[in-house]
């Protein structure tokens, strides 16, 4: 297992390999909301992300074999929950809020005060109301590169593009909701 995995999963998989239910539930307890969260973030919908989830652990208990341990289990999974909710979310063909931008991060650090939090809050908001109007690819790519922390070769690879491609996606992303954001009268005022 990877030095990162807690000392009290490496026993609950290898009691999984051997179909202990008892390890399953604890493994599901362990990350379900951790990957709910995953799965909510691409689909956008509550049921959808649930059966997504629910499907990926599906998946990983079946698929447990073939964990190698070089990450930790949580990024393993994480990856089958990222699929998933790809495919899921294509399927959907809806117009959903994905996604945060750099914006957003200069947001976490100290605060001065009170009135800065909120107006950092609204900023937040408002951000994330005009990513709803951001193409289908741009949403995907800045959920999965800014939020999810994957690289741009990793989600070139999920979102089934080249790394040029989904580099250029990515900026065109960011560089798409900067405008909407310039012109947005709210966004000023803050």
């Not at 807690?6 to 179909?19: A, E, M, R, S």
């Not at 908001?125 to 990793?154: C, F, P, Q």
Request: hydrophobic share 40%; proline share 2%.
């Amino acid at each position: 297992m990877s030095l990162k995995e807690p000392t009290h999963i490496t026993p609950l998989i290898k009691d999984c390999l051997h179909g202990d239910a008892k390890a399953q539930f604890a493994l599901y307890e362990q990350y379900h909301r951790a990957m709910y969260n995953v799965a909510w973030r691409i689909v956008k919908e509550t049921h959808e992300a649930e059966d997504v989830m629910q499907e990926a652990f599906i998946s990983a208990f079946k698929k447990l074999d073939q964990f190698s341990g070089q990450v930790t289990f949580g990024a393993w999974l994480k990856k089958i929950v990222i699929n998933k909710a790809i495919v899921a979310f294509r399927k959907q063909k809806k117009q959903d809020t994905i996604g945060l931008v750099e914006d957003i991060y200069s947001i976490s650090g100290p605060l001065a005060d009170a009135t800065q939090q909120t107006n950092n809050e609204k900023k937040a908001a408002l951000v994330l109301e005009t990513i709803d109007h951001l193409k289908e690819n741009y949403r995907i790519s800045l959920t999965l590169h800014l939020i999810e922390g994957l690289t741009h070769e990793e989600v070139s690879e999920l979102l089934g593009i080249s790394n040029s491609n989904c580099r250029t996606t990515f900026s065109r992303a960011k560089e798409q909701l900067r405008k909407k954001l310039e012109t947005h009268p709210l966004w000023k005022e803050l």
